[in-house]
């Protein structure tokens, strides 16, 4: 089997909490994006026999189409992870993943003559149990049954992704994306004794952006994730210090003011006295201990919790500095400052603006990373960002599959190599 032809159709899936980022190498930077969620429609309707064959479940683009019933939203729309992780009984989760999956290599499939299944390179989160690397080998297993677009598959872990796309050996990777933030040091493989892991992501940022939403007066849109979600983007900011940049903002409203626009529609959200509040979604990012974020609490906001998933804890409120001081202690003595030379920024969630005219009291995520471990007595440190951060993760898919070698089989106690589906 030839090096060459594994170059040629290396596919790359990175599994994210929100969206699932997948394609080939010829995709060059950067992959097709979708939804990671899965409709089942109400099969038992007339209807949907009427109008064309009954499918069990619906993913990607063509969701929309299928929705039915506002109400019955929410037990038939499966968003299959959390925090990164599938359930390992939760069938109705893994057929969306199955789904999803066959989905985007259908997508793909090539009709060259030479063409006989991809190598394919999947990304799971760092933290992801041993069942869930058995599952995704299955459900290529299975599709290669049913379509031969899988002639071989191997499973990395995000971070790890990451350091390859940015040939980086040694560092620390910054993960965060929609669900959930990995902090894992890296020196050739992740060292997995000092994963730390944190229960709060992008989605936190909007739950706080919904909050700022209503007290603007737009109570009604606050209830719409996707909606609050491009706000949030729009207009969030990282404060270099909260305090100093909400009393700037404060003194000088014109400035700072915070105005969006949706597009296709009348609507424009207008922050007007309240723009000040929209450094709070990014400093609640880095850093939700200050003070201000407890009479969001108070009034009910729920605050990201510590919680158990499997064997796996999940810090809650843990700043970013903090989670990676201690994940970084988890290692040799001798290792740690050569992974502080070395920190790298990935996942969606680090990608905030930073509008030019702002920048006396605005950061980028960089920045602010660099002054939280300052705080933290850190001084020395090189913080970098990775440089499509949502995309990283299935870039370093691609390189890895591209380089190793295709002849090197699985192997469970070194968790790497390709599972072989065919010889030919
Ligand atoms: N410009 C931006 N400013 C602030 N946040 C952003 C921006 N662009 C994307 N995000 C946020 O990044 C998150 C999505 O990031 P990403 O695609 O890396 O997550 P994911 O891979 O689906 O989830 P996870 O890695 O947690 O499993 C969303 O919460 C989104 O709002
Ligand atoms: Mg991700």
Redesign the pocket.
Known sequence: MSEEYKRKYTFGE??????Y?YGPITKGEVPKVVE?RGYFPDKSALMQRVMGEAKDVVVGRDIPLYLEAREDLSTRLVYP?R??IVEKDDERSWRVVKELTLYGLREFAVSAYDFNGFFVVASL?AIAPRYMYEKIFDIHREIDEETRLVRAVTIIP?PLAVAIAHKIPTCVVL???????QVCPISRYPIRNAIVALNR???D??TLMAEILKDAGYGDLAQEEALV?RV??AV?LVPRDLDRAIEVAKSEPHRFRAKYRVPGTRIEIDLAEYSWARFLVGEYVFNPNHEIFQSFFVRGMPRPRDVKIGDVYFHGMLDFGEAIVSSVERCPIELQPHLYQHVLL????F???LPPQLSDVAVDSATKIKMLLREKGIENVKVEMAKE??YS?WRGCIVYGYAAPANYEWNWERMEGWVHFRKK
């Open positions: 990175d599994y994210g909490t929100s969206d980022k990671n992870m925090n990164g989160s995000q993960e965060s994306g929609h669900g959930n933030t992501g992008g989605s940022a909007n979600r949030k983007e969030g990935s996942g969606g969630n990608q905030w603006s951060p949502r993760v």
